[in-house]
């Protein structure tokens, strides 16, 4: 059954938020915006208009910094308005951000010809709910918090200092371009379920917000709303749409397939949350929904058979027609995306995965997805994000990083990092297209002595950098073939941070000061190999992997695949079909060109081959060479038994060579060798020589901002309208 229109049809919608239901005890004039039957509407005089979201979240943090920290200046402020400003209508805050943000909201809106509308958030810390438990303990830190809220949207109060939270003089009035209020996180289930527990039956009846057949926590909800309602209605005389954020783990629907009992544990349904008929604003749905998360999307027959309005499989516009059709609110999809990180962390069935996504398909993605919104009758939506977030962590990798310290480098590989717009990085950096003058400023290394191999297999140079992001290479060659003969010209990079002496699996006996072996052999058979002993994977996920663990504590595996997990492993319970656990093989290296302003840019490139300057560069991200924290030079430990513990280092060993690739014997990365042809900087008899290399530690980095690709997609094509 379609419960929005059967609810809507019966004439419910009074109670389901829905505006128009005068009172002759209004306090407050008529709302400038409010929610109309299909969504939100604007008052423009005696009339109004329909108003569809097309919005994007606005985080607190910047390079350097946490959220807490409220470090984001005017300055800063003031351009990512304006940007945001050209692509959308709407900028969600999840919390109440520091006073420049307001005053470069209320500067922006005083010269734009079209408003940017404000959805303002207030924040409840997840470990302040994880602690209590039943979340009515917090009800007065919460109702102080939504109250604060108001004021400052109002430019009204001066908030004190408070550790994780902006503070100073609000002194700027934004309230005639705020859209409404989004209260809340993605709610914990256990906290759900708790606050269900020690909560009785009944329902609450507030001024402005009620509850018809709620459960304690929807009552809960519905009382933090009418707080934050009422103290806007009596100090200030106005009101605007509320909601609270909801996702698709405690959705009211029921999710047979979904494996993980935490997943579908308990439901807060949105339209047992309403408005009185003092509160003409009204009230509406709000949901963070992802294409890839939970499994019950990949899983469910009718979402993954669903056919879009494109008449094509999508499993995201399937859970939107369920989800909307079976709520009677109008609903906005409040969070939506997908990341442009060079790692993924897990699969969507329809390709919409997280992670893995050049900077143009994240763009052509989130346009599609909001295409997907609009089809499913929602409100809006709002992307998720304008930046991205260096603090953030993701479940497959984020016990390889030093927490304290993520906010202060690039981790590319991790996809909770970059679902941003707005990309920061080294100023000045190396760019991965040939140019030889990003290269000024590393260290140069000559090869030892002569060299008699062929120009293609005869090394010139070695040059060393780093940036953000990892480690980088660049090797010069007496002169490389157009085309270039991958069949007749391999490379290898190693990398040492442990010291150990290790046989490489590039020819016979050869060792070098190497825990890593970046072995280039063209764009189809490239990648990283990490010393078994030494693989972060085999040591936390080895179990599940069914890995030899004897033979890799051992070293006896020699150099294998760097992987990561991207999925655990569960049955489906209505089939009991168990879906095995899946690694993926992320040291695989790609080819192409690093430069954003190149007409072939392509944002994931791992290696650049300048066959006009006969060089080969690459970068190889500092988590897959268990670089922990280059900031502060922290890596994880040597001994295997330490596990994902983390020690200091000074230096990393570096060398690289060149080889045949037909030459005899099949290393483990499948690439066939016999000896190495060529050097830098050297070898002596079965060793290979390594050159140091090392760096100041930072504490807070230099970057510049940058506008991805995905940005101008979203530009270029009106969010998927223009195609």
């Not at 038994?641 to 060993?653: E, P, S, Y």
């Not at 060398?655 to 014997?665: Q, R, V």
Request: aromatic share 10%.
């Amino acid at each position: 059954m379609n419960r929005r229109r059967f609810l809507t049809g019966f004439g419910t919608a009074g109670f389901v938020g829905v505006a128009g239901c005068q009172s002759t005890d209004r306090t407050a004039p008529p709302p400038q915006y409010q929610i109309g039957d299909d969504g939100f509407e604007r008052r423009i005089e005696d009339d109004v208009e329909a108003l569809t979201i097309r919005g994007v979240n606005l985080g607190m943090a910047k390079p350097g910094y946490f959220p807490g920290s409220a470090a984001i200046e005017r300055a800063e402020y003031d351009r990512w308005l304006s940007a945001i400003g050209e692509i959308a209508n709407v900028v969600r805050t999840y919390t109440i951000h520091p006073p420049p943000f307001y005053r470069a909201l209320r500067a922006y809106n005083d010269d734009a010809e079209e408003p940017l509308l404000l959805l303002q958030g207030t924040w409840v810390p997840t470990a302040d709910l994880l602690e209590a438990g039943d979340a009515t303990a917090l009800s007065p830190t919460v109702d102080r918090e939504l109250r604060r809220t108001v004021d400052v949207v109002h430019g009204d109060t001066t908030l004190p200092d408070r550790p994780g939270y902006a503070s100073g003089s609000f002194d700027a009035d934004v309230s005639d371009v705020t859209l409404g209020y989004l209260f809340g996180i993605e709610w914990p289930p256990e906290v759900v379920e708790a606050t269900d527990e020690a909560g009785a039956d009944g329902d609450f009846e507030g001024s402005f917000v009620r509850t018809t057949g709620g459960s304690p926590f929807e009552q809960w909800l519905a009382g933090r709303l009418d707080t934050l309602a009422t103290h806007e209605t009596d100090r200030y005389g106005v009101q605007r749409p509320l909601s609270f954020v909801n996702w698709v783990t405690i959705d009211p629907l029921e999710h047979p397939y979904e494996p993980y009992h935490n997943e579908d544990r308990v439901s807060v349904d949105p339209d047992a949350i309403g408005a009185t008929e003092d509160f003409d604003a009204g009230t509406f749905a709000s949901y963070h929904a992802y294409p890839y998360y939970p499994d019950l999307l990949n899983e469910t027959p009718e979402y993954v058979n669903y056919v879009d309005h494109r008449g094509e499989p999508n499993s995201y516009a399937g859970y939107l027609d369920d989800l909307i059709g079976a709520t009677a609110q109008p609903v906005v999809i409040a969070e939506f995306g997908v990341p442009s990180s060079r790692g993924i962390a897990h699969r969507d069935v329809h390709g919409r995965d997280q992670g893995r996504h050049t900077e143009r398909e994240q763009g052509e993605m989130v346009a599609a997805m909001y295409q997907d919104i609009l089809a499913s009758g929602a409100a809006g939506g709002v992307a998720f994000s304008w930046q991205d977030e260096w603090f953030k962590r993701t479940w497959n990798l984020d016990a390889r990083s030093v927490p304290g310290r993520r906010p202060h480098w690039s981790n590319i590989e991790t996809p909770e990092q970059r679902f941003g717009l707005l990309a920061f990085e080294s100023p000045d950096g190396i760019t991965l297209d040939g140019s030889p003058g990003d290269w000024d400023d590393a260290t140069v290394v000559r090869p030892a002595g002569p060299s008699d191999a062929p120009d293609a297999r005869t090394l010139t140079a070695l040059r060393v950098s780093h940036d953000l992001e990892g480690l980088l290479v660049r090797l010069e060659f007496a002169s490389l073939p157009d085309p270039m003969r991958w069949d007749r010209t391999g490379a290898f990079v190693t990398v040492g941070l442990t010291g150990r002496e290790r046989p490489l699996p590039i020819g016979s006996e050869l060792t070098a000061t190497a825990d890593f072996v970046a072995d280039l052999g063209g764009p189809e058979d490239s990648r990283l190999l990490v010393e078994s002993s030494y693989d972060t994977f085999a040591r936390e996920f080895g179990d599940s992997a069914g890995i030899d663990l004897d033979a890799y504590h051992e070293g006896r595996a020699g150099f294998v695949p760097v992987r990561e997990p991207i999925n655990l492993g569960y049955t489906v319970p209505p089939t009991g079909e168990v879906v095995p656990f899946e690694a993926v093989e992320t040291g695989r290296l790609r080819y192409g060109n690093g430069n954003p302003d190149a007409p072939d840019y392509d944002s994931l490139t791992d290696v650049h081959v300048d066959l006009e300057n006969d060089v080969v560069e690459l970068r190889l991200p500092w988590i897959l060479l268990n670089v922990a924290d280059p900031s502060s030079k922290q890596r994880i430990a040597t001994d295997w038994d330490a596990g994902l513990d983390v020690t200091a280092f000074d230096d990393v060993h570096v060398a690289a060579a060149t080889y045949d690739p037909h030459g005899g014997e099949t290393s483990p990365s499948g690439t066939g060798v016999d000896s190495v042809a060529h050097a830098v900087p050297g070898r002596t008899a079965t060793r290979l020589e390594t050159t140091s290399y090392s760096w100041p530690s930072w504490d807070r980095p230099a970057y510049e901002e940058r506008r991805k690709q995905s940005y101008h997609v979203l530009d270029r094509t009106n969010w998927g309208e223009n195609g």
